[in-house]
C-alpha cells in the first residue's frame, strides 16, 4: 500500500517554488503599500499644512516646493511616482492642503485633478484702488498691477459691469470672500460682480427706486455715511440727513468729501481754505452727489441709506463728549449751538487740524 504520510515528490518540489513566489508576492504588496498607500505628508506643529503652485509653474517648482519647506516624508517615492503616473506634464496651480494621511497615490490625485483648498479673507473698506489691489495680492495669486490696469480701463469697465473708473469702486463690497487661490485679476472682479448682484435683490432695488437713487448713487451716499460715524443707531438718521438735502437742493457740505479731495483723511478740524478746494467732491462747492464714492461701502451702511430714519433734520455734529454719536437739528440756529460746542471742545484739547 502507498503511504500517505510521507509527501509526495511533486509536493516536496512545490513547496519551496510557493514559498519564494509568497515571499516575493509579499514583497511586491509592501513595497507597492510603502510607494502608493503609506502616508507620506509630514505632520506639522504649526497647523495645516499648504502647497502653493503659481500658474504656469512645471513640475521642478513643484519639487523645489515640496523640499524648501520639508512637506514630504520621502520625496523619491513621490518624485518616481509622479513621473509614472505623467503628472509632471499635467501640472495645475493652485493652493492645496495637505494632511498627514495622505499618500503619493492621493497626493497625485489631488493634484492632477486640481482639488484645491479655497482662500477664506475679508475685504477691508478702501478708499483708493491701489488698496484694493494689494489688499487682495495679499490673499490671493492675483497680479495687483494686472488688477490696477482693468481698474483704469475705462473701456473694459463699461464692456463688462456697465461702470468706469470712477464708479467701480461701487462694485465691491466689503466683507468675507471665499475664492479659488490661482484667481485672475479678471477673475477677481467677475467674483465681486457677482456678489454685488446678489446683494442688490429685487427689495433693494426697489428701496432705491422709491428714493430716486440708482444702485451706484446709493453706494456713493452710504461712503459718506461710513466715513461720518461708526454708530449703528446713527447711521440711518445721517443718511435722513443727506436725504433731505438732496431733496430740498441744499448742498451736502459732507467734510469726509472734502477730506477725500484734499486727500488727508487725518483731519479732524476742517478750516475755511479747505473749502475753497477745486473738486467735483467738494459738497461745500458742488451741488448733489460726488462723481464716485469715498470708500467702499459695507452692508451697514447701505442699508442705512436704502431705510433711512424719517426725520426732518438737515444738520449735524460730532457731539462734543468723544461718544461717537451726533447731535442733530432741524435750523441752522440750533445747528450753529451744537457746532459752537463742538469748536470749543476742539479748542481745549487744542486741536489746530
Known amino acids: 500500500m502507498p503511504d500517505y504520510k510521507k509527501p509526495s515528490l511533486l509536493r516536496r518540489l512545490l513547496w519551496p517554488i510557493l514559498s519564494a513566489l509568497l515571499a516575493v508576492l509579499a514583497v511586491g504588496l509592501g513595497a507597492a503599500w510603502y510607494v502608493l498607500w503609506k502616508p507620506n505628508v509630514h505632520t506639522s506643529a504649526f497647523g ?48 492645496y492642503l495637505l494632511t498627514p494621511q495622505l499618500s503619493n497615490s492621493a497626493l497625485l490625485d489631488m493634484l492632477m485633478q486640481g482639488e484645491q483648498d479655497t482662500v477664506a479673507f475679508v475685504l477691508d473698506a478702501f478708499k483708493y484702488k491701489p488698496q484694493l489691489a494689494r489688499q487682495v495680492a495679499r490673499q490671493l495669486e492675483t497680479d495687483s498691477v494686472g488688477l490696477r490696469r482693468l481698474l483704469q480701463d475705462n473701456r473694459f469697465l463699461r464692456q463688462q459691469y456697465q461702470l468706469d473708473t470712477t464708479t467701480i469702486l461701487t462694485m465691491f463690497l466689503p466683507g468675507p470672500y471665499r475664492l479659488l487661490w490661482n484667481t485672475s485679476a479678471r477673475q477677481f472682479l467677475d467674483s465681486a460682480a457677482a456678489t454685488h448682484r446678489r446683494f442688490w435683490n429685487r427689495q433693494r432695488q426697489q428701496r432705491a427706486d422709491s428714493l430716486g437713487l440708482s444702485p451706484a448713487e446709493v453706494h456713493v451716499l ?74 467702499s461701502a459695507n452692508r451697514q451702511s447701505l442699508d442705512a441709506v436704502l431705510k433711512p430714519a424719517a426725520h426732518k433734520y438737515v444738520f ?23 457746532a459752537r460746542r463742538y469748536q470749543h471742545m476742539l479748542d481745549s484739547m487744542r486741536i489746530l487740524r
Open 48 to 95: 495645516p499644512a499648504y502647497l502653493y503652485i503659481r500658474t504656469g509653474s512645471g513640475f521642478a517648482a513643484v519639487q523645489d516646493s515640496l523640499r524648501k519647506y520639508e512637506l514630504l516624508r520621502d520625496e523619491d517615492t513621490f518624485e518616481w511616482l509622479a513621473r509614472q503616473r505623467n503628472y509632471p506634464a499635467q501640472v495645475r496651480a493652485g493652493r
Open 222 to 295: 452710504a461712503s459718506i455715511v461710513q466715513r461720518e460715524t461708526s454708530m449703528k443707531e446713527d447711521k440711518p438718521i445721517i443718511a435722513g440727513v443727506y436725504l433731505n438735502r438732496l431733496q430740498r437742493g441744499m448742498r451736502l457740505q459732507a467734510d469726509p468729501t472734502l477730506l477725500w479731495a484734499i486727500g488727508n483723511f487725518g483731519v479732524k478740524r476742517v478750516l475755511n481754505k479747505d473749502k475753497l478746494v477745486d473738486s467735483p467732491y467738494n459738497t461745500y462747492k458742488h451741488k448733489g452727489l460726488p462723481p464716485g464714492p469715498i470708500t
Open 316 to 338: 449735524f455734529c460730532a457731539r462734543p463728549d468723544h461718544s461717537g454719536y451726533s447731535d442733530f437739528a432741524e435750523t441752522y440756529a440750533q445747528h450753529k449751538q451744537n
